[in-house]
């Protein structure tokens, strides 16, 4: 390896930075985000919020969700064409019930990072009601995947992703 001729110094730096520990640590970017912790029903719902084409949006967190999913104001899209492509599919959501629902590509923007991907594009006026909150989307696995660790920090009422 050519850095063992390099000095003392040097090669000391080139050594540590290359340990896979240091490495890792280098590379990794934290990206928190404020979260809100709302009681409903008998469980506790983690809210947290991403922009999306320049706005805020509300966003649940669902471990358990496969994909994520956008409302059609979320994802931009005109009452007509909400209409159209929303009658295209259908998915089962957690009650068990069908819902129409239409794909889109979407750029969640976490500050730091932007995540593009697939994206369910669903009416969530009925889980809005439901939960007393407005959401704009559901955040899902898939995007949940593109970080090496998401954490949960209750006390401080935060989501922590790590790239």
Not at 11 to 33: C, D, H, P
Request: hydrophobic share 45%.
């Amino acid at each position: 390896m050519k850095t063992k001729l390099a000095c003392g110094l040097v090669l000391g730096f080139l050594l540590t930075a290359s340990s896979s520990e240091t490495a890792a640590a280098q590379t990794k970017t934290a990206l928190i985000q404020s979260a809100s912790f709302i009681h409903a029903g008998t469980g506790l719902i983690i809210v947290v919020d991403i922009a999306v084409g320049g706005s805020k949006r509300h966003f649940l967190l669902d471990t358990g969700s496969s994909v994520t999913v956008l409302s059609p104001d979320t994802a931009a899209w005109s009452p007509v064409e909400a209409v159209n492509s929303l009658s295209r599919r259908s998915i089962v959501g957690i009650d068990g019930s069908g819902h129409s629902a239409a794909s889109t590509t979407a750029a969640l923007d976490f500050g730091q990072t932007i995540v593009v991907t697939r994206a369910t594009v669903a009416e969530l006026t009925g889980l809005s009601k439901a939960l007393h909150i407005k959401l704009d989307g559901i955040l899902g696995q898939d995007v949940l995947l593109q970080f090496s660790r998401v954490t949960v920090d209750y006390k401080n009422k935060q989501l922590i992703f790590e790239k």
